[in-house]
C-alpha cells in the first residue's frame, strides 16, 4: 500500500497569513493527488485534483503543487472560513490511502 | 444539483451486521463510479471500498476485505455497503463519495454521512 504522510500534523496562523501543507507519498504516485478541506461535522470538500488543478468553485487562493512523492497545498492568504483540516489522498491505485490530516488553527 | 444521502446507520453489538445505503440524485448515477470513506471518532480519512459503474468489479481495504460488500442499483440511483461481522474498531462515520470521472480515483461529492457504532 501507498502510504502518505502530512506535515505539520497542525498549524497556527493568523488571517491573511501564507499557509503551505506537504503531503509526501511512500512510492511515486505522478500527478495522482487530491487534496480535501474538511470542517468539523462535515464531510471532506475536494479542493485540488490531479496535483495542481482547481476544483470548480473553490478559490483561486488555494493551490497545489508537486508530482512524484513530494507536494504541497499552499493558501496564499488564509480567510477565516478556511480554518479546518486538510487531507491529501494518492489516487494512484487502491487503496485509496489519505495522509492523516492537518489542522489549520487560529493563532 | 448533486446529493448524496446515506442512511442505515446505527448502534449494532460486535459480530453484528448492518446494511448502508446512498441515495443519489442530480446527475447521472450509472455513469459514476462510487466509494464508501469512513471516519473514526476524532480520527482521519480511510478508503474502503470502490465499485465500478455497472458493479462488475469492487475493491475493498484490507481491514474490510471479506467482511463488507459493497454493491448498487442503477435503477434505483442507490449504493449499498453490507457489514458483517462488525467490530469495535469498525465504529466510524461512513461516507458515500463519487469518483470525479471514469479513470479518476478522487471524490468530487461526499454524502453527509452516517454513523455507525459498534458497542455492547
Known amino acids: 500500500d501507498i502510504q502518505m504522510t502530512q506535515s505539520p500534523s497542525s498549524v497556527s496562523a493568523s488571517v491573511g497569513d501564507r499557509v503551505t501543507i506537504t503531503c509526501r507519498a511512500s512510492?511515486?504516485?505522478?500527478?495522482?493527488l487530491a487534496w480535501y478541506q474538511q470542517k468539523p461535522g462535515k464531510a471532506p470538500k475536494l479542493l485540488i485534483y490531479a496535483a495542481s488543478s482547481l476544483q470548480s468553485g473553490v478559490p483561486s487562493r488555494f493551490s497545489g503543487s508537486g508530482s512524484g512523492t513530494d507536494f504541497t497545498l499552499t493558501i496564499s492568504s488564509l480567510q477565516p472560513e478556511d480554518f479546518a483540516t486538510y487531507y491529501c489522498?494518492?489516487?494512484?491505485?487502491?487503496?485509496?490511502?489519505f495522509g492523516g490530516g492537518t489542522k489549520v488553527e487560529i493563532k | 444539483e448533486v446529493h448524496l444521502v446515506e442512511s442505515g446507520g446505527g448502534l449494532v453489538q460486535p459480530g453484528g451486521s448492518l446494511r448502508l445505503s446512498c441515495a443519489a440524485s442530480?446527475?447521472?448515477?450509472?455513469?459514476?463510479?462510487m466509494n464508501w470513506v469512513r471516519q473514526a471518532p476524532g480520527e482521519g480519512l480511510q478508503w474502503i471500498s470502490y465499485?465500478?459503474?455497472?458493479?462488475?468489479?469492487?475493491y475493498y481495504a484490507d481491514s474490510v476485505k471479506g467482511r463488507f460488500t459493497i454493491s448498487r442499483d442503477n435503477a434505483k440511483n442507490s449504493l449499498y455497503l453490507q457489514m458483517n461481522s462488525l467490530r469495535a474498531e469498525d465504529t466510524a462515520v461512513y461516507y458515500c463519495?463519487?469518483?470525479?470521472?471514469?479513470?479518476?480515483?478522487?471524490?468530487?461529492?461526499w454524502g453527509q454521512g452516517t454513523l455507525v457504532t459498534v458497542s455492547s
Open positions: 465499485i465500478t459503474t455497472g458493479g462488475s468489479s469492487m
Open positions: 442530480g446527475f447521472t448515477f450509472s455513469s459514476y463510479e
Open positions: 489522498q494518492q489516487a494512484n491505485s487502491y487503496p485509496f490511502t
Open positions: 512510492q511515486g504516485i505522478s500527478s495522482w
Open positions: 463519495a463519487r469518483t470525479r470521472g471514469s479513470g479518476w480515483y478522487d471524490f468530487d461529492y
